[in-house]
T-cell receptor
Framework: GAVVSQHPSWVICKSGTSVKIECRSLDFQATTMFWYRQFPKQSLMLMAT?????????EQGVEKDKFLINHASLTLSTLTVTSAHPEDSSFYIC????????????FGPGTRLTVL | AQTVTQSQPEMSVQEAETVTLSCTYDTSENNYYLFWYKQPPSRQMILVIR??????QNATENRFSVNFQKAAKSFSLKISDSQLGDTAMYFC??????????????FGKGTKLSVKP
């Protein structure tokens, strides 16, 4: 149990286009989902926290108009990178917190984004 | 603000031996959670072990155990009988208590562990 999927696992896009990444909790309901960014050989940096049915909370320095987050259901959160540029190329990881369980997060396998 | 420091960027250990990864953190909270995560080359984050600050007993999970020193704000991970499959990046992470935040994790920079045959 407690499986989180991400789709796509990798994507290549042209500069200026938008890319949507999906994060799904497959066998549990997730009231909160987190989006992280990880550069090569670096740690995970929290980008935003999304709660089902409400606006996401963005970390300082993360542009909310560039990284659109939607958490429309208890099993799905999406991250849309709008007008992507090469500097947005990175590994994006989501995690989900099971409803009723505060201190436990389950991670998706990540999405590698390459912007040409 | 909370910070997590891992002072060992890379470590190596011979198969079957024991290795200890260091982690220190800074917080003014009295209760919180600490974690060690493993990220193998597949990049899937895997929870290794979890410790609740109000519990004095060190957490253990099979070959993995922690040395939690609350006063020193230290949380080291000991891996016994190291196996080739333990080769990975290891991240120490901190989480505020319920009500203190939305429950996001604050990660250290990681330690790259290589287990040599």
């Amino acid at each position: 149990g407690a499986v989180v999927s991400q789709h796509p696992s990798w994507v290549i896009c042209k500069s200026g286009t938008s890319v949507k990444i999906e994060c799904r909790s497959l066998d549990f309901q997730a009231t909160t989902m987190f989006w992280y960014r990880q550069f090569p050989k670096q740690s995970l940096m929290l980008m935003a926290t999304s709660n089902e049915g409400s606006k996401a909370t963005y970390e300082q320095g993360v542009e909310k108009d560039k990284f659109l987050i939607n958490h429309a259901s208890l099993t799905l959160s999406t991250l849309t990178v709008t007008s992507a540029h090469p500097e947005d190329s990175s590994f994006y990881i989501c995690s989900a917190r099971r409803q009723g369980s505060y201190n436990e997060q389950f991670f998706g396998p990540g999405t590698r984004l390459t912007v040409l | 603000a909370q910070t997590v420091t891992q002072s060992q960027p890379e470590m190596s250990v011979q198969e079957a031996e024991t290795v200890t990864l260091s982690c220190t953190y800074d917080t003014s909270e009295n209760n919180y959670y600490l974690f060690w995560y493993k990220q193998p080359p597949s990049r899937q984050m895997i929870l290794v072990i979890r410790q609740e600050a109000y519990k004095q007993q060190n957490a253990t999970e099979n070959r993995f155990s922690v040395n939690f020193q609350k006063a020193a704000k230290s949380f080291s991970l000991k891996i016994s009988d190291s196996q080739l499959g333990d080769t990975a990046m290891y991240f120490c992470a901190f989480m505020k208590p319920y009500g203190g935040s939305q429950g996001n994790l604050i990660f250290g920079k990681g330690t790259k562990l290589s287990v040599k045959p």
